[in-house]
């Protein structure tokens, strides 16, 4: 903090008078407290710090941006602590409130005209109201059961948008004028810079929205308009994790089950991003005995806790890869190990290794359908014996939205009921309500083993998986169609009618 120091007059401990709680509060709390500065007095040539050898040079150097002449006095780190504990003391508690919880039905579009502009969150006299709005935004998200919250800056407005069920969609339009300070304030709960507006940053933030823990990934970029956030929902309780709940057919359960029971090999589970694959994986695992069995997980994030399971963090910052990881994992006897993904040769050509040593593999991968998978695992470099030696199957899935029961409509079209989405408050005019899963599993048999062995090509796989009774992606959505829980058009939107 040298160079914001330069500029400044250090004071003397011994000079220090009570800090001002009205100066105080010219910063947010949180600010305060993770920055380890306090603004103890406010005067017509400047303002007065108090810092200590724990303070942020970038908390300090926000505070200077905003304020400009200050005077820094440096304290002992546990008095400054108790300083800044006691400046901000309030008979209502507020001040120290990070995350509370808001219950009921929250009107968005008024809280945010009821918010003061702020052009910066340091501006505020008091953030209180800032944080009413994350709060009503955090829970009606919950509530949705949103996966995702956009917040985006454009040029003459800022945009709040959800994901639900894999969609996106308009919720409320903040004043511009909010935007600075709404992203600012995400900012101090994630642990993030706010100094620092020209990188992408990425971090993370733990707290408990209706009774439920939830795990919030935060991301912010950078743009032309402004910096733009989204925060990725998790939920922690991974007690709804089940096969059936989420939409397996009790063929293609049987055999999957079959597969996760084998003693070593690899089960891949594959689709695009936002198909479920990690879930299904959570679930899966819930399915095995932990009681004898050492089962241990890698993940980039570890989305749900589960019980009587060792589960990993990637943190590539500090060079926890998947690789890194799995090499670990290996010297700790597991019977079962789970890679949230599989990204590069090096994890490929470990979970194959784990394989052929006895240990039964769960992975996912980013492949369109099941038979494709081999062709990008030897694209990667896998030797096709290696892998012909160890995949014992591949489950490839999708999920498509399930038609809201309330408004949706049958019709008849060429001769077949079809029924298709309106539109009501209950869906929030989407026609459509959750999801469920299709699912394409190949198994790998002996024939196919050959062909793998053989680098045969995709096509040829997936001739060979049909002819052992394999239904593809849009075949298996057949059943959701015949029984009205979707659409025509989203089971053509997802799987491509193929």
């Not at 508690?93 to 910066?120: F, H, K, N, T, Y």
């Not at 823990?213 to 032309?224: H, I, Q």
């Not at 956030?229 to 049987?254: C, F, I, S, Y």
């Not at 994030?301 to 670990?328: K, W």
Request: aromatic share 4%; proline share 4%.
């Amino acid at each position: 903090m040298s160079d914001v120091l330069a500029s400044s007059n250090e004071g003397t401990p011994g000079e220090r008078q009570p800090p001002s709680p009205l100066a105080a509060r010219l910063v947010p709390y949180v600010f305060a407290r993770n920055g380890q500065i306090l603004v103890a007095h406010q005067r017509a040539e400047g303002i007065e710090v108090w810092i200590s050898d724990r303070t942020s040079q970038a908390a300090l150097a926000e505070v200077a941006r905003n304020f400009g002449a200050l005077t820094a006095v440096r304290l002992p780190a546990d008095e400054l602590a108790q300083a800044i504990n006691q400046a901000y003391e309030r008979n209502d508690g507020s001040a120290a409130q990070v995350v509370g919880e808001v219950e009921g039905e929250v009107d968005l579009s008024r809280l945010m005209q009821d918010i003061p502009e702020v052009e910066d969150l340091l501006e505020s006299e008091d953030d209180a109201p800032i944080i009413r709005m994350i709060n009503a935004l955090l829970t009606q998200a919950a509530r949705e059961h949103a996966s995702d919250i956009h917040i985006e800056p454009f040029e003459n407005a800022s945009v709040v948008r959800f994901r639900v069920d894999g969609t996106l969609r308009d919720v409320v339009r903040p004043k511009k004028a909010l935007h600075g300070a709404l992203i600012s304030r995400i900012k101090i709960m994630a642990q993030l810079d706010i100094a620092e507006k020209r990188l992408p940053q990425d971090g993370r933030i733990t707290l408990r929205v209706g009774g439920r823990a939830v795990d919030v990934r935060v991301s912010t970029l950078p743009t032309g308009h402004g910096e733009r956030a989204v925060l990725r929902l998790l939920e922690k309780d991974a007690q709804h994790l089940n096969l059936e709940a989420l939409g397996m057919g009790p063929d293609t359960l049987g055999k999957f089950d079959k597969l996760i029971s084998r003693p070593h090999g690899i089960v891949l589970v594959t689709g695009p991003t936002g198909s479920g694959k990690t879930t299904t994986l959570y679930a899966s695992l819930s399915r095995l005995e932990t009681a004898t069995t050492n089962i241990m997980t890698v993940e980039d994030p570890i989305e749900y806790d589960l019980p009587g399971i060792g589960q990993t963090q990637v943190n590539e910052r500090i060079g926890m890869t998947f690789a890194r990881a799995l090499r670990s994992i290996l010297r700790q006897d597991p019977d079962i190990i789970m890679i949230g993904e599989i990204r590069d040769l090096e994890t490929a050509q470990i979970a194959v290794q784990a394989s052929l040593t006895g240990h039964l593999v769960l992975a996912t991968l980013h492949t369109n359908d099941a038979a494709s998978a081999v062709t990008r695992l030897t694209d990667m470099g896998v030797e096709p014996y290696l892998l012909a030696s160890s995949l014992l199957g591949v489950l490839a899935q999708r999920l498509v939205r399930r038609l809201c029961p309330v408004c949706k409509e049958e019709r008849v079209e060429e001769g077949r009921a079809q029924w298709h989405p309106v539109g009501c408050d209950k869906c929030a005019r989407s026609g459509y309500s959750g999801r469920r899963g299709v699912y394409e599993l190949l198994t790998i048999d002996d024939a196919i083993r050959t062909m793998i062995h053989h680098n045969a090509a995709d096509a040829e796989i997936l001739a060979a998986g049909r002819a052992q009774g394999m239904r593809t992606l849009r075949e298996d959505a057949e059943r959701w169609l015949s029984s009205g829980l979707t659409s025509l058009e989203e089971v053509i939107r997802v799987t491509g009618g193929v």
